[in-house]
T-cell receptor, first 112, second 119 residues
């Protein structure tokens, strides 16, 4: 019940495409859902995060869509660029724990 | 703001030696810091939660005597890998929670990671 399932494992798009990464969870106590971007050999960097009281959040070219009833959330990257090529992790957390539960990661490659 | 540093960024040591990794919050005070381990092309695995002035809480399966964690101040936590062996080779990442910045109580800021290679 503490797992966060992430798909796909890898994704290849052309420049300008809109890659979509999906995550699903079971624990209804989760109330904080961040997305992290990680480049090889670097630590993860927070991209964008959402709380369950909204269904969508945009920050620049990154959008989170959240479906509370389906217990799913997704990351959309608009107008993707080669510089977006990285591994993306979704995560979830709840008020009764300070831990982040991470998804398995999606390796994104954006070709020119 | 909310910058976390780690030192060293890369370390190579001989089997049987101990290695200390430092994690610092540079512009905020972190009451809680976290230590993760990451294998190549895998997700982050939480090893322990470190609270300033108290003992760390280790995740199931993580050897407390192997991975010593100390959180002596609000800006510094250290991870010591004792009697390191080749199987301890990994990418170790720390994160810190800034209770003031951001709008989420669980927002974590990550360090750049430390690559440990044990020969």
């Amino acid at each position: 019940q503490q797992q966060v399932k992430q798909s796909p494992q890898s994704l290849i798009v052309q420049k300008g495409g809109i890659p979509i990464i999906n995550c699903a969870y079971e624990n209804t106590a989760f109330d904080y859902f961040p997305w992290y971007q990680q480049f090889p050999g670097k630590g993860p960097a927070l991209l964008i995060a959402i709380r369950p009281d909204v269904s969508e959040k945009k920050e620049g070219r990154f959008t989170i869509s959240f479906n509370k009833s389906a217990k799913q959330f997704s990351l959309h990257i608009m107008d993707s660029q080669p510089g977006d090529s990285a591994t993306y992790f979704c995560a979830a957390s709840s008020m009764d724990t300070d831990k982040l539960i991470f998804g398995t990661g999606t390796r994104l490659q954006v070709f020119p | 703001g909310a910058v976390v540093s780690q030192h060293p960024s890369r370390v190579i040591c001989k089997s049987g030696t101990s290695v200390k990794i430092e994690c610092r919050s540079l512009d905020f005070q972190a009451t809680t810091m976290f230590w993760y381990r990451q294998f190549p092309k895998k997700s982050l695995m939480l090893m322990a939660t470190s609270n300033e002035g108290s003992k760390a809480t280790y995740e199931q399966g993580v050897e407390k005597d192997k991975f010593l964690i100390n959180h002596a101040s609000l800006t510094l936590s250290t991870l010591t890998v004792t009697s390191a062996h080749p199987e301890d080779s990994s990418f170790y990442i720390c994160s810190a929670h800034d209770p003031v910045a951001g709008n989420s109580y669980n927002e974590q800021f990550f360090g750049p990671g430390t690559r440990l290679t044990v020969l």
